[in-house]
Every structure is written in structure tokens, then in C-alpha cells.
């Protein structure tokens, strides 16, 4: 069994700064990607940012320049650093990781979701 929990979640204010954090325990042989993705009321889950475990990143348009995923591959856990928060940017977080589960095999995996909340 692999768990995905995440915490940093919150209310801040157009302009300020949030840090979401990942952590994935379990049965874990390897881990291949970890990303963020989030989804606002009454639309789809969109990817925000991933990272591969050799460092590769990709960005969602709307938050290259502001946000930043990073990674730790001996932890297993995944960050993301958003800057320059908008309003648009409110949605409920969600952690991915694509990983190899001992006697399972390759998996996707979801947290439970964080809720980041932009607003004045």
C-alpha cells in the first residue's frame, strides 16, 4: 500500500507566496514522476507541474516564472513553491506520483488534495 500526503495548503492574498509539500510512503520500489495537479470548482483536473527523477520539469503555461517543483528522491517527497499568487490560481492541489509498488507493479497515485485559496 503507498500513501500520498500533502500539507501547506491555504488562504493568502493576490501577490504572496504558498509552499506545498508530498510525501509518498509505503511499499515503494521506485518512483518514476512526481507532479501537481490541481482543479477548481466545476472544472477538470489540470496538470500544474511535474518532475521526473532525473530532474526533468514541465509547466503549465499559466505558472511558468511563478511556480517551481523540486524534488527529493531519497525521501520521496515532492514540493512546490508558488510565487506571485493569483486568484485564478485557487483550486484544490492535488500530489501524482507514477510509481513502481512492491508485488503490485507500476501505479498512479493521488493525494487527498490541499485546498489553496488566492483572495483579498
Known amino acids: 500500500q503507498v500513501q500520498l500526503v500533502e500539507s501547506g495548503g491555504g488562504l493568502v492574498q493576490p501577490g504572496g507566496s504558498l509552499r506545498l509539500s508530498c510525501a509518498a510512503s509505503?511499499?515503494?520500489?521506485?518512483?518514476?514522476?512526481m507532479g501537481w495537479y490541481r482543479q477548481a470548482p466545476g472544472k477538470q483536473r489540470d496538470l500544474v507541474a511535474a518532475?521526473?527523477?532525473?530532474?526533468?520539469?514541465n509547466y503549465a503555461d499559466s505558472v511558468k516564472g511563478r511556480f517551481t517543483i523540486s524534488r527529493d528522491n531519497a525521501k520521496n517527497t515532492v514540493s512546490l513553491q508558488m510565487n506571485s499568487l493569483k486568484p485564478e490560481d485557487t483550486a484544490v492541489y492535488y500530489c501524482?506520483?507514477?510509481?513502481?509498488?512492491?508485488?503490485?507493479?507500476?501505479?498512479?497515485?493521488w493525494g487527498q488534495g490541499t485546498q489553496v485559496t488566492v483572495s483579498s
Open positions: 509505503g511499499s515503494i520500489v521506485s518512483i518514476y514522476a
Open positions: 501524482n506520483a507514477d510509481l513502481f509498488e512492491l508485488r503490485v507493479g507500476r501505479r498512479d497515485y
Open positions: 518532475i521526473t527523477s532525473s530532474g526533468r520539469t
